[in-house]
């Protein structure tokens, strides 16, 4: 699919010593967390059924975040990313992409892509996907299924790109996301620029994941970090999403796109290709 890794964004994680209301729990040497410095400090390891786990309380978090998207008839989002992309030297380089998201549902996706990357737009129409990288002044049109959940299936499979933030623009984001888990844990609570939030990670093949939730009554993501421990260098991209408005007004001409003058229609994946998607 289109590459919304651009749609991400990026920040240091902040530790407040001392501060923490679970501290008691920390010192349990059941929590997961300390579990896994024990193991790492001994130069030891998890047992495989420990490592396996699946915690019922870290689904339930992200079974309520998932009822709140798939509960909104249209969104948009704001996002900022660090994004690590392989070089022709072979050396991985970090990007700081920032954009904006744009859904109605079920069958309408718009997505502006800019800041330490090259611009990049996105459109989805119910019937069609264009790609437009206009600091090359080229863009591209293909037939896209009807609806969201299917265009980014279709997508994927023709490009074999993938992006993390995908699973919010699903009708079902946590049918997605829970799919292969080999493991779910409940890191604990903090904040993510002065939000609470729980703070959540995962395993599936391939990939792991972390998700930081709003701990409010809209259980909205406000943070994703994704390493892909499939690729070499283990590439890794984290996410911030802020600025959510759960009920804008989006009009039908904003998801068409029109070809601007002197714009020279290339094959899909070279589009993706000059945006360094």
């Known amino acids: 699919m289109f590459s919304l890794n651009s749609l991400v964004a990026s920040p240091f994680l902040k530790h407040e010593h001392n501060k923490s209301p679970d501290a008691p729990a920390l010192l349990s040497m059941k929590h997961p967390l300390l579990l896994t410095l024990v193991g790492l400090l001994l130069g ?80 989805y129409d119910g019937a069609s996907v264009s790609a437009m990288a ?27 790109i993938r992006f993390p933030s995908s699973p919010i623009l699903n009708s079902d984001p946590y049918a997605v996301l829970s799919r292969g888990l080999l493991s779910a844990v409940v890191v604990g609570p903090c904040k993510v620029h002065g939000i609470e939030c729980d703070h959540l990670a995962f395993r599936s093949p391939g990939v792991n994941w972390e998700i930081w939730i709003d701990a409010g009554a809209k259980a909205l993501p406000r943070r994703l970090a994704v390493t892909f421990t499939d690729k070499p260098n283990l590439p890794r991209t984290i996410v911030e999403f802020s600025a959510w408005n759960l009920h804008p007004l989006l009009f039908d001409s904003w998801f068409v796109f029109h070809p601007p003058a002197g714009f020279k229609e290339i094959p899909f994946k070279a589009v993706l290709k000059a945006s360094d998607r």
């Not at 699946?54 to 009822?67: C, E, F, G």
């Not at 009807?146 to 980014?152: A, D, F, K, R, T």
């Open 44 to 123: 030891g390891s998890l047992s495989a059924k420990e490592a396996s786990s699946v915690d019922p309380n870290a689904l339930s978090l992200l079974k309520r975040m998932s009822t709140t998207l798939s509960g909104t008839k249209s969104f948009t989002v704001e996002t900022h990313s660090v994004l690590e992309i392989p070089s022709v030297s072979g050396q991985f380089l970090t990007l700081f992409p920032e954009g904006k998201i744009f859904l109605r549902r079920p069958d309408k996706v718009r997505a502006q892509l800019g800041g330490d990357a090259p611009p990049f737009d996105f459109y």
């Open 134 to 160: 206009p600091h090359k002044k080229v863009y591209s049109t293909v037939k896209a299924p009807s609806g969201i959940n299917e265009m980014l299936s279709g997508l994927q499979k023709e490009t074999g």
